[in-house]
């Protein structure tokens, strides 16, 4: 099957900040978190899915078009939700609505107006006087309303509070239940991922540490804990990141069999969750 | 595409024009009352109509409408064609509405054919290009900062331009003024073109000139927005 967002070899230099040789694929119908600190090419990434940046090399195709040469074409395909969606204060709802719908063949009116109400979003209302998370909301009903097939999201729920984030999670799988669309989600909230992803590529520094299926990636990494004289054993050749503490060290592998043939039983393995692997992969060595 | 892209201007700023467009008519109505010549009011009026179109660029920037737009499906052609014929309108529109008053406020000095004059309209038009030539490619690059490079960058040649020609007219004891034998010059080039070609013709000739100008700065600017990164 054709993946709905295809990236290979994405390469995009800036001063001080190189993106760096990024691939991964999403399958129609899956979500796709893009996770990694502040500052490590998420939204370079997506910028270049949307055909705003020119790359340096490699490739992006979505549904088989290039955006950075059939951008019209391909941003059709797309639905986008900003960090903190941009519109100008001053146009009421209606108004933004009715310049976006003219762009779209497929702008469905019924459904657009059918999520409307089911947010509460009054279409009167100005959009300068809504509240983040009302204007979030807003950004999805305009990227849920005209049949995309990808949704890229740029770290959504960054600055709601936990309530309402839940609720946007909630709203937003319950949306995609039966749909065709894919959703490519950008965030440094782990916990989003572990609600809602079925893939997850990690970035640190502009570089993929990983881009695989969530469950395999719990899977294959494993936490890895043990006394602190155990960490000065050349650490980096087992583990990807480890963080060394007064009484013993913390650390994250991905060569689970390497580490129990070498330490044995003098450490003590747990399954991780994705918070542990971006966070250890992100501290590289550091002592506590 | 196009008239999408023109109702996206109509909603982002028809709240901005009606009000640059009802300040616009007040100074008309004192100039038309206050002037005696028609073509330096037509001319003034083109200038001022022509830097209307700044005030829609800086809230471009100021609202980062540019950003999202470029998120719909529109190529990005699409959106510079559809700024430069934005501008053209606010301009027709606006010395249309001015002349419209001419024509019906009770007191003003200007009979119209004086102002449907060939060369008046000629002039206004070439100034409009000018200004569009220099103005719109950067804007649209640069946004708001464009428009301010280049009011600035007007002043500063202004002021060189006046002191090289003092210097000149110095140097050579007072003799000469260069800058208005520069002018006379160009005027005496533009005459001697008109003479040696018929007024039909000259006519003709200028309105290419202009519409090529217009048409390179047009893909002058699609070239500098397209290495815009967002």
Redesign the interface.
């Known amino acids: 099957m054709q993946p709905i967002l295809s990236v290979k070899g994405l390469t995009k230099r800036f001063e001080g900040f190189t993106l760096s040789n990024v691939s991964f694929e999403i399958p129609p119908g899956f979500v796709m978190g893009l996770v990694g600190p502040n500052g490590a090419g998420k939204t370079t990434t997506l910028?270049s899915v949307?055909g705003?940046?020119?790359r340096d090399a490699g490739e992006v195709l979505v549904s088989g078009l290039d955006p950075e040469w059939d951008?019209?074409?391909?941003?059709?395909r797309i639905g986008?939700v900003?960090d903190e969606p941009?519109?100008?204060?001053?146009?009421t709802l209606r108004?933004i609505s009715?310049?976006?719908s003219?762009?779209?063949a497929g702008w469905n009116k019924a459904r657009f107006l059918r999520l409307m109400d089911t947010f509460e979003l009054p279409l009167r209302k100005r959009f300068g006087v809504l509240s983040r998370g009302m204007r979030m909301k807003f950004a999805l009903v305009l990227a849920l309303s005209h049949d995309a097939q990808l949704i890229v999201m740029d770290e959504p729920t960054t600055g709601l509070d936990p309530v309402f984030r839940r609720e946007l999670l909630d709203v937003l799988q319950g949306l995609l239940e039966g749909e065709r669309a894919s959703i490519l989600f950008s965030t440094h909230i782990t916990a989003d991922l572990d609600r809602i992803a079925d893939y997850v590529t990690l970035l640190q520094d502009g570089r993929v540490v990983f881009s695989e299926a969530k469950d395999d990636i719990l899977e294959r990494w494993a936490l890895v804990k043990g006394a602190r004289e155990l960490a000065t054993d050349q650490p980096e050749h087992w583990f990807r990141g480890i963080q060394v503490g007064p009484h013993g060290f913390e650390a994250i592998t991905d060569d689970l069999p390497g580490v129990r043939r070498h330490f044995g039983d003098a450490v003590i393995i747990e399954r991780p969750t994705l918070e542990d692997i971006v966070l250890l992969t992100s501290s590289g060595r550091t002592n506590a | 595409m196009l008239p999408k892209l023109l109702y996206r201007e109509w909603i982002l700023h028809r709240q901005v024009v009606m009000l640059m467009f009802a300040i616009f008519g007040a100074y008309q109505i004192y100039a038309l009352l206050n002037m005696d010549s028609a073509r330096a009011w037509i001319v003034f009026a083109a200038l001022y109509s022509a830097f209307l179109t700044a005030a829609l660029f800086i809230r471009e920037d100021k609202f980062r409408a540019t950003g999202w737009t470029c998120i719909l499906p529109i190529k990005r052609i699409e959106l510079v064609r559809a700024r430069f014929i934005v501008s053209w309108a606010m301009v027709v529109a606006a010395l249309g509405g001015a002349t419209l008053l001419a024509v019906v406020l009770p007191g003003t000095k200007f009979p119209v054919s004086e102002i449907f004059n060939t060369s008046t309209l000629l002039i206004v038009a070439a100034l409009t290009t000018l200004i569009f030539a220099w103005i719109l490619p950067f804007s649209i690059r640069f946004g708001m900062v464009g428009i301010m490079v280049f009011l600035v960058g007007a002043q500063i040649g202004g002021v060189l331009l006046l002191l090289v020609g003092q210097r000149m007219n110095r140097a050579s004891g007072g003799a000469g003024r260069p800058i208005r034998t520069a002018l006379a010059a160009i005027s005496d080039t533009l005459v001697s073109a008109r003479d040696a070609l018929s007024p039909t013709l000259f006519v003709i000739v200028v309105i290419v000139v202009l519409v090529a100008t217009n048409w390179l700065a047009y893909r002058f600017a699609a070239f500098l927005f397209d290495r815009r990164e967002l």
């Open positions: 910028k949307l705003l940046l020119r951008g019209a074409a391909a941003r059709t986008f900003h941009r519109f100008p204060r001053y146009l108004d009715a310049i976006i003219r762009f779209y």
